[in-house]
Structure formats: structure tokens, C-alpha cells
């Protein structure tokens, strides 16, 4: 089992609030019902993972543009877009996710709504189509809606770049519709003029990286980037974390990471062969029944954005090594 631990800095669990909050995900009182096919029942529910007891305060104001970027590609930018994103619309918030990666789009792929994307930014810039015909709307959560720049193998106009995103958020606070709470901006790998685009509109980040040393050199150079941007609101989700590695020191701690980056930490994701499984099939984690590790670690990250706190991570206690018959002789 995982040793690392969430432990809020700034909230305590609190009486149930007089609305009705029905949680999302229960979690089981032991592993084994994991793997049980029983329902779920009120007994069955514990609260050491999200406080289901109450709904989660929306601290800063609205609409919350956030940047969920890294550098380095394949760590997990999409996954953790996909997966926070739906907990927060799962939250009951009201959630825009846009994907900024051009050439290489997949969140809609994670969403299963790669069929229902018949428009474009591109074309709303055009004026082949409304804004509101461009935003594809989650049969599953109202609440949610995706966003496209382009489509695969198109070209974006010269002129399109930050100010344009600057644009497209701006007409999303103003749309008739109404100011969502969460902007998502899924940013494209790299440090180029996708990544400049769209970090523009941005006034919060996320980065994701993993325990690997190559994933943290890029992301201690995008948080320079960032910062030198003016986004100071940055928080880091550390991604594929297994704790038999970090044991056998084979990987860096989150201790570690955290040390290195010097970032207030949002969430620790462990490794998750689910993960690869919700993937393929175009379904969020967070929405398996039963709850994965994984899962509820993305439900977390979800809750803390909200309220814009932080965890911190527990040491991993390190296995004594065996000594054999040649440490006599220091090997």
C-alpha cells in the first residue's frame, strides 16, 4: 500500500452542510471491497480520502484559468487535464477544458468525444460557427464541456497566438450561458509558441512531472518560464509514483521531487495499470466503480485546486538492506 499521505494544511472536516451533497466516488472501509462486487452502502463509507461530508469551498474568483503544463511530453498533462477536470465537474462545478495542443490533440480521445467534435476554435475565429457550437458538452456531466483549437493535420491561422486565446477566454466569461468556474488549458509539450500560447491567458499552473530526472530538468525550466510570465500560483502533481522503487531506492521520493522544484504540492498520483485500460476506452478514471488508487488520488488533486490548498508528503520508510557474508569485506 501507498505511504504517502494527504494531509491538509488549512481545513478540518466540518458538519454536514444543510444541502444535500451526494460524493461522487464512496470509498470502502477495507482494500478487500475493492475487490468485492457488492453495492455500496452508507456503512461502507469513509473520509480519509476527500471530506465527502460537506462539498469543497471555491476559494479566488471566477472563472479560475488554469495551466496544466510540464515540458517534458508523455508524463501525464492530458491524463491529469481529463481526470481533474471531471472531478470538478463531478464537484458540481462548471468546467471548460480546452485542449491547446495543435497538432497532436488527444483529450477528447480520454473523454470519449472524439465523434462529437464537429468544430473548432478555428472555425469560430473564421465565422464558419458560434462559440457555442464549437463547445462539445459531456453526455455524462452537463457541466463539463470541451474545447478544440484545431483539428488533426489543419493548419492555425498566422495571427492566431496568445492574444487569440486571450480572446476565447474572455468570450467565455461573457457568454450567455454563463462564467464557468474552471478554465482547463491542456498545454502541448515543449517550450515553443504552442506553450507560450497557451500559457498567456493563464493566472494559475499546474505542473506534472514524474520521479525521473529528464522530467524534472524540464519542469524546473517551465517553472522559470512561468513565473517569468507572471503566473506565480503554481502547484506541481507528481505522477507514476511507485513506493517499492522509492524503497529500494531506485526512484526519488516526492521528498525529493519537492526539494528540487521547490513547489507546493497538489497531488501524488501512484502508478496505475488502469490507467492505460480508462485510456483506451475513452473513460475517465475517476469514474470506475470500484475506486482505483489512481483514481482517487485525481479526485484529491480535484479538491485541493478547489480550495486552493496543499498536501504535504510522508517519508517513505526505507527497508533495512541484508547484509551478506562479503559486507565483512565492504562490498
Sequence with gaps: MLTLHSICN????????????TPPNPLPISPKFLKSPRPYSSSNIVKFAVQYNRKPQLAGTTPRVVVITSGKGGVGKTTTAANVGISLARYGFSVVAIDADVGLRNLDLLLGLENRVNYTVV????????????????????????LCISKPRSKL????????????VDALKHRSEGC????????????????????????????????????LRDADRVTGLLECDGIK?????????RTDMIKGEDMMSVL?????LGL????VIPEDS???RSTNRGYPLVLNKPPTMAGLAFEQAAWRLVEQDSMKAVMVEEEPKKRGFFSFFGV
Excluded at 157 to 168: D, N, V
Excluded at 233 to 241: A, F, S
Excluded at 256 to 260: A, F, G, K, N, S
Design 10 to 21: 488549512n481545513h478540518r472536516p466540518s458538519s454536514p452542510s444543510p444541502s444535500t451533497f
Design 123 to 146: 472555425e469560430v475565429l473564421n465565422g464558419d460557427c458560434r462559440l457555442d457550437q464549437a463547445l462539445v458538452r459531456d453526455k455524462r456531466w452537463s457541466n463539463f464541456e470541451l
Design 157 to 168: 491561422p498566422l495571427g492566431f497566438g496568445g492574444k487569440a486565446l486571450i480572446w476565447l
Design 180 to 215: 464557468p468556474d474552471f478554465i482547463l488549458i491542456d498545454c502541448p509539450a515543449g517550450i515553443d509558441a504552442g506553450f507560450i500560447t497557451a500559457i498567456t491567458p493563464a493566472n494559475e499552473a499546474v505542473l506534472v512531472t514524474t520521479p525521473d530526472i529528464t522530467s
Design 233 to 241: 500560483d503554481i502547484k506541481m502533481i507528481v505522477n507514476r509514483v
Design 256 to 260: 525529493d521531487v519537492q526539494e528540487m
Design 264 to 267: 507546493t504540492l497538489l497531488g
Design 274 to 276: 488502469e490507467v492505460i
